[in-house]
């Protein structure tokens, strides 16, 4: 069991370059991976989308590449335009003023407009590979994060789950005297209704029968016990299992809700808001699994 929420980071050096790369994620229900990195990698984005959609099911994925040139990494640019610009002007003046000398290199120098010191752009595809064996490491080490939130998780909703397995143990033992009860409730009720006139005792089982057919919950309680045991299996499993337990859980909260809107008792109410209680903390858990 992985969580969404997970963080990875790692280094790299390229010749004159170094590499600095982020993953970050977040749960979603979906997969989202936003790419923030420098603009020459465009080509390249849709390589590291798959990338990461291979590493990663689902949530909100950030990944951050920043490349930063070492102090060697620099070259001079001419700027060959203002240059001509410069010796146009230098003749002219030496020719309307009827000046010596020549036009030099000694007259250019110290002009930062002609001679600029740029970053130099290096082809992206040769940085392409060191920048994906990168955006691995840091993959890795973001499910290593991951794996460590997960299994926090998994021990959390495993104890949790073992409740709700007490809770359906519980449930079963109270519906199997629910039948007698409500046959001794309905006595007394019509005993104090009649006033000693006398109850016929056949209708009174008849009566009973029909409310306990009514309230019966053994149904549900299979089914529930079927959920809890896949619930079990889940937990056990490899890779993205977030939203299967999810839609595991509707089906356990359906079953309590109808096991309460049919037994018309006490204890058996408590026992399902009191698993319905654990299947809320259980449902804010796997918001975040995987």
Not at 234 to 262: A, C, M, W, Y
Request: aromatic share 4%; glycine share 8%; proline share 1%.
């Amino acid at each position: 069991m992985r969580s969404m929420t997970g963080f990875g980071q790692t280094e790299g050096r390229s010749g004159e370059l170094q590499f600095s790369v982020e993953v970050r994620s977040v749960n979603q229900r979906n997969l989202d991976i936003k790419i923030a990195a420098p603009r020459e990698y465009g080509p390249f984005e849709a390589d590291l989308r798959r990338q990461i959609a291979d590493a990663i099911a689902r949530g909100r994925v950030e990944l951050y590449i920043n490349r930063s040139a070492g102090r060697h990494v620099k070259e001079i640019s001419v700027q060959d335009d203002v240059a001509a610009a410069y010796v146009k002007a230098l003749r002219k003046l030496k020719k309307d003023f009827k000046l010596s000398g020549d036009v030099d290199l000694a007259l250019l120098q110290g002009r930062a407009e002609i001679f600029q010191a740029v970053e130099r752009r290096d082809d992206p595809k040769k940085e392409i590979a060191e920048v994906r064996r990168l955006v691995s490491k840091a993959l890795a080490a973001h499910g290593a994060s991951r794996e460590k939130e997960g299994k926090h998780l998994k021990q959390d909703m495993a104890a949790r789950l073992r409740l709700l397995e007490r809770i359906h143990r519980s449930l079963g033992t109270r519906a199997k005297g629910a039948a007698g009860r409500m046959q001794e409730r309905l006595e007394k009720r019509l005993g104090d209704l009649l006033a000693g006139k006398g109850v016929e005792r056949a209708r009174v089982v008849q009566e009973a029968a029909m409310m306990a057919d009514r309230a019966d919950v053994t149904e549900e309680l299979v089914r529930l016990a079927a959920h809890l045991k896949s619930l079990k299996t889940l937990l056990g499993e490899k890779g993205p299992v977030g939203k299967k337990i999810d839609f595991l859980l509707q089906e356990v909260h359906r079953e309590f809700n109808t096991i309460g809107s049919k037994a018309n008792d006490l204890d058996i109410t408590n026992l399902v808001l009191e698993g319905k209680a654990e299947i809320e903390k259980l449902r804010e858990q796997v918001q975040n699994v995987e």
